[in-house]
């Protein structure tokens, strides 16, 4: 049993509040993070070892929903959102494995936060009668993910931005697809301009009060927390067979994906050593190696979801752990180029006949210099998205056509259209008050 759990800023200047009002809100008053009071503590015994994905979401997000207007929907969001497979597979020869977070309707990890969150937000009472416009800035993934999960939901509205331009010809027609209630907007600048323009949006009061807004970016409570549960579920289905903590590679932007895996450990799930590839935006691996945290502008990548210079929940993670010293000696990073992404893909499909998507293959690079160090672990490696998805990339690499899955050729079929967008605070807020309701 445990006590109603609140939460509270990363910046310590917002009134504690309960998990529906901090979903409903996405970014704190203060402009911080919302974070518990205290994460909670878990027994394994409390988990059912040949439980659905749902059934050990519902079991590890209790202590977290505790006390909460959606504590008595927790089990039906699940049973509705996490209806997803996420299989640890076996990689042949390599004392690994991928955990594949793909089999989502978009193809991409995204779809388990997205889903989680708009079955929690259609859950929660709201006074006001107008349409609860869902704000996304994304680098590619987010945005579809988002969309279908929030697409023909009653008195819901998504606008979604992204880099024109930047994200994949395949990621672009998915954004403009849906229709109905939901905006794509194609922004004249990067994933960090997009994600700049949504945060003033989200903090202009006037423009909240004009048009109700929420988030639904990596920095939502209702993304991060159903994310951990695909990494309990993995680590509790390795320890019953092998009594071992799992080792993880996480591939790594806005640390969301990431957070979620670290706060999975942190609540006493049997995790191991936790690794964190990222691509040529190298932030994190450079602070975690001892510089000082420079955030910065993006560059692209061939990995493009995950092209963050300045990563949301980077608050998040300095709460978790408050001492530079003890992150730097628990997480380590690193950074790899858009050759070596190249070469790993290609070096997987021709020596174990697998295809990975580009993020995916930093996490795998990941693995082979730890085995060129000496580690001879198992470690299981976050398989983030279908190669499909990334079919500009990886096709032209490994010479031949992927198979697309059946839920995103059916995207890819219908008519798409987006809406430019000047990469401007002032635009967005324009849009939002007089554009296409
Ligand atoms: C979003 C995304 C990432 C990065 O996840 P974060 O939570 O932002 O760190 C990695 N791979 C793919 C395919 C993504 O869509």
Redesign the pocket.
């Known amino acids: 049993m445990t006590g109603p759990m609140k939460y509270v800023s990363t910046r310590g200047g917002s009134p504690a509040a309960a998990l529906g009002q901090a979903i409903a809100e996405g970014l704190a008053p203060d402009g911080g993070l919302y974070v518990p009071q205290a994460l909670p503590e878990l027994d394994l015994a409390a988990f059912d070892p040949g439980g659905t994905l749902a059934a050990t979401a519902t079991t590890l997000l209790a202590p977290f929903f505790a006390g909460d207007a959606l504590e008595n929907a927790l089990a039906s969001i699940c049973a509705e959102a996490l209806a997803i497979d996420t299989p640890l597979r076996a990689l042949p020869r390599q004392n690994a494995s991928v955990l594949e977070l793909f089999h989502g309707p978009t193809a ?3 779809d388990v936060g997205a889903r989680f969150l708009a079955a929690c937000l259609c859950r929660l009472p709201r006074a006001d009668h107008r349409p609860l416009t869902i704000l996304v800035a994304t680098s ?3 945005g579809a993910a988002v969309a279908a999960a929030f697409h023909r939901q009653p008195g819901m509205r998504v606008v979604i931005l992204y880099p024109d331009g930047l994200v994949s010809p395949r990621q672009a027609h998915q954004l403009g697809c849906f229709g109905d209630n939901v905006h794509a907007l194609r922004v004249a600048g990067r994933f960090d301009d997009c994600q700049r323009m949504v945060k003033a949006a989200l903090a202009d009061q006037a423009l909240q009060a004009a048009v109700p807004l929420s988030s639904a970016n ?1 920095i939502s409570l209702g993304r991060l927390l159903p994310q951990m549960s695909y990494y309990a579920h993995a680590a509790l289905s390795w320890w019953h067979q092998h009594r071992t903590p799992l080792n993880v590679i996480v ?8 957070m979620a895996c670290l706060w999975t450990r942190a609540v006493g799930l049997p995790i191991g050593e936790v690794r964190l590839a990222c691509n040529a935006n190298a932030t994190l691996p450079e602070f975690l190696e001892g510089a000082d945290y420079t955030p910065r502008e993006a560059v692209a990548t061939i990995a493009n ?2 092209d ?1 210079g300045t990563p949301s929940n980077y608050e998040r993670l300095r709460w978790t752990f408050p001492d530079d010293r003890t992150l730097r000696r628990l997480l380590k990073a690193n950074s790899v180029d858009d050759d070596s992404i190249r070469q790993t893909i290609v070096h997987h499909a021709r020596e174990h006949d697998e295809v990975f ?1 580009p ?1 995916t293959a930093t996490a795998l690079q990941q693995l082979e210099r730890r085995r060129e160090a000496g580690d001879e672990e198992h470690w299981a490696v976050v398989a ?2 279908h190669p499909a998805k990334f079919d500009s990339v990886v096709e032209p690499l490994i010479g031949r056509t992927l198979t697309v899955p059946p839920a995103l050729a059916e995207m890819l079929a219908r008519p798409s259209n987006a809406e430019p967008l000047a990469a401007s605070d002032d635009a967005l807020r324009d849009w939002l008050r007089h554009g296409n309701r």
């Not at 790594?252 to 990431?258: C, F, I, M, Q, V």
């Open positions: 991409a990890f995204k590619g993934d987010t990596s591939p790594t932007g806005n640390l969301g994906n990431a979801a995950m963050v998507c993020h983030t998205a």
